[in-house]
């Protein structure tokens, strides 16, 4: 074995690292059960082929293609998950998931609640969108905020492949209803594979990058953005934190705190719509808890106010860029 | 693991009698309901199931305590008919901390899984496509478990019933769909909302089985649904139920039926379903009036126990606002 082999661990994409996730988990759980369209093999395993293999491995009664009914799949997560399985349903876009609301908000994420606790709902629902591939305004929106809004979901974004599987299998094993949102691009993005187990436990945000000046908080695709901005200040020496959420419910508050407490300058970046927004919660946490250490303010990126469009033109000026964080950091460097 | 009861397909003294048993738990409780709602010791919405109390018993008296039952807001007879006890019921109506949900759901999310009644929802339609997620468990387990669904006929019209029906059709669950037909959805008429003369009629798009039956005749319902509950247990998959009834009180406490014309109304209550069954008992000499008072005074009995027991309970503690909103408490 080489020595750059020792050193730099295989690559994978993250459409490998959620079919591994879901083979462990597969495998280490009987009561796990994989269901959506087009996942079973003889309709291709997954329109991305994340679900390929699993139900030739464990049979057509744990992995089944359903038919294109939404409200029918999460009501069947609903009921499966109450009844002591571990459902892994996939709505096979985030947009598709207002078809689902009332199982997602009105049952998934309050029958515990309602109940008194006397059921549960240990349901996971992968689903996928993101813009930047000219999918139009019915294929591509960040609703995260519509789920973070409401009490009883755990909503999950990763940002590389390790973070996929790892924050995946936690999701199946955690004993709630946690809707884990896929990025189209992301999931051809390569990056370090982890080790077999390999687990990320909710509610834990990483920093890929340490820094003394300014905190940029992110979470999902943008990550590689504020990452390739916090290389970029580094060499005129502006040291850029990057704070990788990874998890928006529950929300790793206090690692937001402490590196705001350190550099005292913020930047939230999302892809989302910006106003209304994620950010706009975690600004306002920011201002409640951190208001004396703050040397600026809080800088916000997220997507304009807008359905998103269907123009490559149009698109990259619909979201972040990379430009645009590295402005809003040397804005708010003064 | 729950196992087959053998259940006779025409219902004989004993299950009329136990039929009946339920049927006048459900009634008289109904009444206490509203008259302690009347009286202001109990602030909640009520929807009373006045009207229809056969067709759950019918059911349930032929179910395993571990079999599955989902309602709705008009849930009342079927959490009695299951067998969810008066004072956890009665202490959730009250808002309690000893209630079924601690007081945290209320009437429209009575929920008592040693009971089997583990979903009760305040959405039309919704608890269609839950059951079958239960359902679809019981199968991949084998624990031979069925699961019965109930909703009326305005929940016909509404998406998850097409779906939940399709995908039940389709993988053979073992479920039996339950639709109380009281004629009106809230306060518009079946005819006026509903395509198809019979809820019945939409069985065939989804290849499944499907009757109508007078859900107020304790026989003729008993026999529905045998049928249908053997051919869920059995692997044979589900059952659409349409069984007509009426509603002879408001769609909720403060309605008055006022756009339910008097004469239809009247008609309804002439053929009331409970004294109906009462004379059907005694005729057939299946009991004697004084087995059926005794029957009464009993519920009587359990029944001011109960509102007692509820109307001294504990209100929950502030500290619940922070509980069961996820497995681990919050600082919500």
Request: hydrophobic fraction near 30%.
């Given at each position: 074995m080489s020595a750059e082999a020792e050193t730099k661990p295989a690559q994978i994409i993250g459409v490998q690292a959620i079919n591994m996730a879901l083979m462990e988990a597969m495998e280490a759980d009987p009561t796990v059960l994989v269901f959506g369209e087009d996942v079973a093999d003889p309709e291709g395993g997954g329109v991305l082929k994340c679900t390929d293999g699993l139900s030739t491995r464990f049979g057509d009664h744990r992995v089944r293609s359903t038919p294109i009914s939404e409200q029918a799949i999460m009501g069947a997560a609903v009921g499966a998950a109450i009844a002591g399985m571990r459902p892994v349903a996939e709505i096979m876009l985030m947009n598709f998931i207002s078809v689902a609301m009332d199982q997602l908000v009105n049952h998934a994420a309050k029958i515990r609640?309602?109940?008194?606790?006397?059921t549960s709902v240990p349901l996971v629902v992968r689903t996928l969108t993101g813009a930047g591939m000219s999918l139009g305004g019915q294929h591509s929106d960040m609703l995260e905020a519509w789920l973070a809004h409401t009490p009883g979901l755990k909503v999950v974004i990763p940002s590389n492949p390790a973070d996929y599987k790892g924050l995946l299998l936690s999701c199946i094993e955690d004993d709630n209803p946690c809707v884990f949102i896929e990025n189209s691009t992301l999931m051809y993005t390569p990056g370090d594979a982890p080790p077999p187990g390999y687990k990320v436990p909710l509610g834990k945000a990483s920093t890929p990058r340490v820094g003394s000046d300014v905190t940029l908080v992110s979470y999902g695709r943008p990550v590689l953005d504020c990452i390739a901005v916090a290389d970029k200040l580094a060499a005129e020496g502006i040291s850029v934190e990057v704070v990788d959420l990874r998890t928006i419910v529950p929300m790793d508050e206090a690692a937001i705190f402490a590196s705001v407490g350190k550099t005292g300058r913020v930047v939230i970046v999302h892809e989302a719509v910006k106003r209304f927004g994620v950010g706009a919660e975690i600004a306002a946490r920011i201002n409640e808890e951190c208001h004396g250490q703050l040397k600026a303010p809080v800088g916000r990126i997220g997507a304009k106010y807008s359905p998103v469009p269907f123009s490559s033109a149009l698109e990259k000026d619909y979201i972040w860029t990379a430009a645009g964080i590295e402005a809003a950091v040397r804005k708010v460097m003064g | 693991m729950s196992t087959q009861q053998n259940f006779p397909a025409e219902p004989g003294t004993a299950e009329l009698r136990d039929v009946y048993s339920r049927v006048m738990l459900i009634k008289m409780t109904d009444e206490r309901i509203r008259r302690v709602?009347?009286?202001?010791?109990?602030?909640?919405?009520?929807?009373?199931?006045?009207?229809?109390?056969?067709?759950?018993?019918?059911?349930?008296?032929?179910?395993?305590?571990?079999?599955?039952?989902?309602?709705?807001?008009?849930?009342?007879?079927d959490h009695l008919a299951k067998g969810v006890p008066l004072k956890s019921l009665w202490a959730e109506y009250a808002g309690r901390a000893t209630g079924s949900c601690k007081g945290k759901g209320g009437p429209m999310h009575i929920t008592h899984p040693a009971a089997g009644v583990v979903v009760t929802t305040g959405i039309v339609g919704s608890g269609i496509p839950i059951a079958n997620g239960l359902a679809w468990a019981s199968q991949l387990k084998g624990d031979g478990r069925i699961t019965v669904t109930n909703f009326g006929d305005g929940a016909s019209n509404i998406g998850a019933f097409h779906e939940g029906l399709n995908l039940a059709s389709l993988w053979k669950l073992p479920v039996v769909f339950v639709c109380s037909n009281n004629t009106y959805s809230e306060h518009t008429t079946y005819e006026k909302v509903t395509a198809v003369k019979r809820i019945s009629d939409r069985g065939a798009s989804y290849s499944m089985p499907a009757v109508t039956v007078d859900g107020n005749d304790p026989i003729a319902m008993w026999k529905a649904a045998h049928e249908a509950i053997t051919r869920a247990r059995s692997g044979g998959g589900p059952t659409l139920i349409e069984a007509m009834t009426f509603r002879f009180e408001g769609h909720t406490n403060g309605d008055d039926s006022h756009y339910i014309p008097a004469d239809v109304m009247a008609a309804a209550k002439e053929k009331d379903p409970v004294p109906r069954f009462r004379k059907l008992l005694l005729d057939g000499g299946h009991a004697t009036e004084a087995e059926l008072d005794a029957i009464e005074a009993k519920i009587k009995d359990d029944l001011d126990e109960a509102v007692d027991y509820a109307l001294n309970s504990p209100w929950p503690d502030a500290a619940e606002l922070n509980r069961d909103i996820y497995d681990e408490e919050i600082e919500a």
């Open positions: 609640y309602m109940s008194g606790g006397a | 709602i009347r009286s202001g010791r109990i602030a909640t919405p009520h929807y009373s199931p006045r009207g229809q109390e056969v067709i759950a018993p019918s059911v349930c008296a032929q179910l395993n305590p571990d079999d599955y039952v989902v309602t709705i807001y008009r849930g009342l007879q």
